[in-house]
C-alpha cells in the first residue's frame, strides 16, 4: 500500500467517522429539537454530510465533479465552525 493509498483510507475512515457522530448527532438534535430555528443540528447534520464519503461518490456519478477526501473534511470543519460562529453570534 503506497502512501498516497494510505492517505486516502486514513480520509475515508476519518470522514465516515465525522458523518456517523456529527451527522447523526445533528439529526437527533434537530429530531428532538424540532428544525424550525437555526441550531447546532443544522450545521452538525451539514458538517456530517460534507464529510461523508458517499457524498463524493454521488458527485462524481451524477454531476461528473470529483471531490478529494481532504476537501471533504476540510469543507465538514469549516462548516462545524461557521455554526458555532454564527450561534454564538445570535445569526
Do not use: N
Not at 1 to 28: F, N, P, T, Y
Not at 38 to 61: D, I, M, N, V, Y
Not at 72 to 83: C, I, K, N, P, S
Amino acid at each position: 500500500m503506497g502512501k498516497e493509498e494510505l492517505s486516502d483510507r486514513v480520509v475515508e475512515i476519518v470522514g465516515w467517522i465525522w458523518a456517523i457522530i456529527a451527522g447523526g448527532g445533528g439529526l437527533w438534535y434537530l429530531w428532538t429539537q424540532g428544525p424550525w430555528r437555526l441550531t447546532h443540528g443544522w450545521f452538525a447534520l451539514c458538517s456530517g454530510l460534507a464529510a461523508w464519503p458517499l457524498t463524493a461518490r454521488f458527485l462524481k456519478k451524477y454531476a461528473g465533479v470529483r471531490v478529494s477526501g481532504w476537501l471533504q473534511l476540510f469543507l465538514a470543519v469549516l462548516f462545524f465552525v461557521a455554526g458555532k460562529i454564527a450561534l454564538r453570534r445570535g445569526f
